[in-house]
């Protein structure tokens, strides 16, 4: 049965993402036409109090939030913290409570101005706590007033961004795909490399001969998020199996190997560019289709400001999902769910298709297709918890804290009886490489993981 969470800090200040360079934060803000600012942190203030008058979630956050608390029970950073900093209604707070310079006073906060100034400590402070947030919208669903916190986050990171405070993670993700096109930097040898490699273990294991098309002309384009050349081969090897056996003709591209899109954890500007780029490459390699791979915040700032720039060019933009749940619809996908028997599958929706996109049936029928039987979640679609890695915090320094936020979906799954948890996002998949060892450790159980295109994988027979 699942352990009762307890609170393992209280104090979770300690926690800090470690900040890009100013090198780093130079390159960034050339991209996207970013001045240098004379003093950080009056142009925080004023980049803040901008976003107050025009930002309709910021705003809601400062004027109509009563600190009714509900949005506390919502919350994993706050379940598994303790620290009322670390939860919605508590990060509001940081922004809420400034007692800005007479310059700005009375103007746009009015009767919100709190009693604290803006000095070097309480701007550190607010970094600190809007990097500890998952960007998950939990707080959003449950809030009587709709305040959604991950869009306040998402505002004064940008807020941040905009006068040089982005963590080195986020920063050098970013810096990473404007530069070679994914977040990785895989260089075009080692993707190319990579799916060769997929190809081979397919031919070994399923005997069937594929034909690959790397910056080939196509009727498709396949977008994955990098981390599936990297360390997620089975769901590469799934998208490849899946598209051979439909017979779709399609071309990988090493110019935009990258769906995931780290602009929506730190910055507009970028999310746009980034955006802009993979449209660019869509065109110019002329095809009809460009199908998504697994990854829950890439699906959403695909659906919402991808897929829009791609119809003006006349190409639609699917999720592999949903080419999938057609296929096994009309019969046309041979499945054997019994080689997948012998673990006790859960299925846990990412925040981001459940609550963020619209990807919430479709992965269930697909996944009653490929294994004999699974389970939800107790917690699951809409009040899925986040995998605790979300938000751009995937980074090494902030490992023992995500460990804790862990615990929320990990002995949701252990509640019942769950063995392997499915989670069909890279994003996930990090996280549950990572703190699955400590937490199995800690726990004296053997839980596994993993995407689920690597389950349709495993139940496409062979020849
Ligand atoms: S649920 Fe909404 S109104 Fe209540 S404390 Fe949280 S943000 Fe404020
Ligand atoms: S977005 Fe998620 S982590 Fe951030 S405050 Fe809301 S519930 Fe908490």
Not at 65 to 92: E, Q, Y
Not at 242 to 254: N, R
Not at 284 to 290: A, H, I, L, Q
Not at 405 to 423: C, E, F, M, Q
Request: net charge neutral; proline share 4%; charged share 25%.
């Amino acid at each position: 049965m699942a352990d009762k969470i307890v609170f393992t800090y209280g104090d979770t200040s300690d926690f800090r993402s470690n900040w890009a360079n100013d090198a780093l934060v130079e390159k960034l803000h050339k991209n996207v036409n970013v001045s240098a600012c004379d003093s950080r942190l009056e142009s925080f203030m004023e980049k803040i109090v901008e976003a107050t008058a025009n930002n309709r979630n910021v705003k809601m956050a400062m004027e109509v939030c009563i600190h009714c608390g509900a949005c506390l029970n919502a919350c994993p950073t706050f379940l598994s913290s303790g620290d009322i900093r670390n939860s919605p209604v508590g990060r509001g707070d940081l922004i809420r409570n400034l007692n800005k310079s007479r310059k700005f006073s009375g103007k746009v906060f009015g009767k919100l101005v709190g009693s604290v100034s803006l000095d070097q400590e309480y701007f550190d402070t607010i970094s600190t706590y809007y990097y500890q947030c998952l960007e998950c919208r939990r707080c959003g669903e449950i809030c009587p007033f709709g305040v959604d916190q991950a869009d306040v986050t998402r505002t004064v990171r940008s807020a941040l961004h905009d006068v040089g405070k982005i963590s080195r993670y986020t920063a050098t993700v970013i810096d990473n795909v404007e530069r070679t096109g994914n977040n990785m930097a895989l260089p075009p040898a080692a993707l190319k490399s990579t799916i060769e490699f997929a190809r081979d273990e397919i031919k070994e294991e399923k005997n069937i001969d594929l034909k690959i098309k790397i910056d080939e002309p196509a009727d498709a384009m396949l977008v994955p998020p990098s981390a599936d050349f990297f360390s997620n081969i089975e769901t590469l090897k799934g998208y490849m199996l899946f598209l051979h056996v439909m017979g779709i003709d399609y071309t990988f591209t090493t110019e935009h190997a990258e769906l995931a899109n780290f602009g929506l954890f730190s910055d507009y500007k970028h999310m746009g560019i980034i955006a802009d780029h993979l449209t660019e490459v869509a065109k110019k390699n002329g095809v009809k289709t460009v199908i998504a791979g697994e990854c829950g915040h890439g699906w959403r700032a695909f659906k919402n400001h991808v897929i829009p720039k791609l119809e003006k060019q006349g190409i639609k933009g699917v999720h592999i999902f949903h080419l999938v749940e057609d296929s096994i619809r009309s019969g046309k996908l041979p499945l054997d769910p019994s080689v997948n028997d012998g673990k006790s599958y859960v299925y846990q929706d990412p925040c981001n298709y459940a609550r963020g996109g619209d990807l919430i049936n479709e992965p269930r029928y697909i996944l009653s297709k490929v294994v004999s039987e699974y389970k939800n979640s107790p917690h699951s679609r809409e009040r899925t918890w986040c995998c605790g890695g979300g938000g751009g915090l995937l980074s090494d320094e902030l490992l023992p804290l995500r460990t804790e936020y862990a615990k929320l979906w990990y002995n949701d799954a252990r509640s019942v009886g769950g063995t392997h948890v499915i989670r069909p996002c890279a994003i996930c998949k990090a996280q549950m490489s990572h703190t699955l060892p400590s937490l199995n450790k800690t726990y004296s159980d053997s839980v596994t993981s993993s995407g689920l295109m690597d389950l349709v994988y495993t139940a496409i027979p062979g020849v």
